[in-house]
């Protein structure tokens, strides 16, 4: 496994991408931010959007960049692609380099994943 010093700002993590990585990660931030208030970070080593606990990621590797919601097993009726299962009711989008998402579709699902962490809570804490 290959180990990486981390971003040290949502700025520098998509800087350092390049190709069509890059352009898709920054067409999903601008995305994710146009359509809900978020605390946005560098945590566990990619962008991690906070609204009441952590709702939305952004992770760009080798050869896909995922879109991940802690609660995307409610959002799947917004975007099928949703792939569900997993801890805390996870589930992201996988994007390859010919895949595409609208932007509107982004921020809906942004705007959701915000809300249902407001209504709901932090996904990752305990009962």
């Known amino acids: 496994m290959r180990k990486e010093t981390p971003a040290a700002n949502p700025g520098a993590y998509v800087a350092v991408l390049g ?37 939305m990621l952004i ?3 080798d050869k896909r960049v995922l879109l991940g919601f802690w609660r995307g097993r409610r959002l799947t009726e917004l975007e099928p692609r ?10 992201p989008i996988v994007l390859r ?9 982004v921020q809906r699902l942004a705007a959701a994943a ?14």
């Open 59 to 61: 992770r760009a590797e």
């Open 114 to 127: 915000r809300r249902l962490n407001l209504e709901l809570g932090d996904p990752t804490a305990r009962a």
């Open 82 to 91: 949703i792939a569900t299962g997993g801890r805390y009711e996870m589930g």
């Open 19 to 55: 190709g069509w990585q890059a352009r898709c990660v920054a067409q999903l931030r601008a995305a994710v931010r146009a359509g809900a208030a978020f605390d946005e970070t560098v945590k566990w080593g990619h962008l991690v959007y906070f609204a009441n606990g952590p709702a």
């Open 97 to 105: 380099e010919r895949d595409a998402i609208e932007g509107e579709t």
